[in-house]
DNA sequence: ATGCCTTATTTCATAAGA
C-alpha cells in the first residue's frame, strides 16, 4: 500500500500536474492540503477517473485539506472535535464575523481508507511569534492532540499526515540562523510535535531524492530549491502499527521540478 | 540542470504563504 501527503497549492492550479502525478505513482491514499477551494469545487470528478474516492473539506480562498482514497472511503471527519477558530483580529471583519462566532478554518479531514485511519491536517503558520496567530496555532495543536488520543485507544493503525508548518529539528531547515525570531522552529512548536509523539505516534522521516536533508518545502523565489534550502515541514506521524510496516519513505522531489509545481513535493510511504 | 514567486479574489492590487 502506498500513501501519500502533498500541499498543492492550489488543487485547482495544480491539477494537470497531480493528475500525472497520481497516473504515475498510483498512490492508494493521498492526503492534500491547500486545496484552496470549497468542497464543491473540488475536482473530485477528474480524480474519480483515476479510481478516487474523494474527501474533501474546504473554506474557499485559503487552506482546505482532502484524502483521494483508492481502497476505500469511510467515516469522513470534516475537522476534529474541539477544533478551534482563529479568534484574533480578522484582516476583512465584517459584522458576521466576530470572534466567538467562527467557523474552524478548513484544516483537518480524516477517513477510514483500506485499513487505516487517516488525517490529512494543515497547521495554521503562525505568521510571527508575537502574532495571534501563533497563539492559535499553538492552540490548533493542542486539540489536534486531544482529538488524536480520543481516537488512538480505537485506531491502532493510524497516519497522521500533512503540512505541519514546524520544522521537527535544527536539521530540518537550511540553515537555521535565518529562522532565529521565526515561526516553525520555535521550543513551544516543536514541542507540541513532542506531544503529539508522546501519543504514540513516530515520525515517519523520508529520505531524500537527492542531497543529504529530506526537505518538503522550498520557497517559490531565488532559487530556493536549485540550492536546495528548503525546510521538512511535512510530515508523516504514524502509530508503531502503520510505522512497523514502513518498507520505504522518501521524498518526490521529481514533483517539485519543472513548470507550474506546488512549493512542497509530496512524501511516499510504501507499507507492506 | 532543477531555474530565479505563486495563488484566489471583493482583480490591474491585495493578502497570504513560511
Known amino acids: 500500500m502506498r500513501l501519500a501527503t ?15 502525478w497520481l497516473d504515475e505513482g498510483r498512490p492508494d491514499i493521498v ?12 475536482p473530485a470528478d477528474e480524480v474519480g477517473e483515476l ?14 485539506v482532502a484524502i483521494l482514497s483508492a481502497v476505500g472511503l469511510e467515516h469522513v471527519t470534516l475537522g476534529f472535535p474541539g477544533e478551534p477558530s482563529y479568534e484574533g483580529e480578522a484582516a476583512e471583519p465584517t459584522l458576521l464575523d466576530e470572534p466567538g462566532l467562527r467557523k474552524p478554518e478548513a484544516r483537518a479531514v480524516g477517513a477510514n481508507c483500506g485499513g487505516l485511519r487517516v488525517w490529512s491536517l494543515y497547521a495554521p503558520n503562525g505568521r510571527t511569534p508575537e502574532s ?5 496555532k499553538l492552540e490548533w495543536f493542542a486539540a489536534l492532540r486531544t482529538a488524536l488520543a480520543a481516537e488512538l485507544g480505537g485506531e491502532p493503525a493510524l497516519a497522521a499526515c500533512g503540512d505541519f508548518n514546524v520544522a521537527p529539528t535544527d536539521d530540518d531547515v537550511w ?15 516543536r514541542q507540541a510535535l513532542a506531544d503529539l509523539r508522546a501519543l504514540g505516534l513516530q515520525d515517519v522521516v523520508p529520505v531524500p531524492m537527492k542531497g543529504p536533508h ?6 517559490y523565489r531565488a532559487g530556493m530549491f536549485h540550492a536546495d534550502k528548503g525546510m521538512r515541514i511535512d510530515l508523516v506521524y504514524a502509530t508503531d502499527a502503520v510505522a512497523g510496516r514502513v518498507r520505504k519513505a522518501y521524498v518526490d522531489r521529481e514533483a517539485r521540478k519543472g513548470k507550474g509545481p506546488s512549493d512542497h513535493a509530496p512524501v511516499v510511504v510504501d507499507l507492506s
Open 6 to 20: 502533498w500541499n498543492v497549492n492550489s488543487v485547482r492550479a495544480r491539477l494537470p500536474r497531480l493528475l500525472e
Open 31 to 42: 492526503c492534500l492540503q491547500e486545496t484552496k477551494c470549497a468542497a464543491a469545487q473540488f
Open 51 to 64: 479510481g478516487y474516492q474523494t474527501a474533501a473539506h474546504g473554506d474557499g480562498r485559503w487552506n482546505g
Open 132 to 136: 495571534a496567530h501563533y497563539v492559535y
Open 175 to 189: 540553515d537555521p540562523a535565518v529562522f532565529v525570531g521565526s515561526t516553525h522552529v520555535t521550543p513551544p512548536e
Open 214 to 219: 529530506p526537505y518538503t518545502y522550498w520557497d
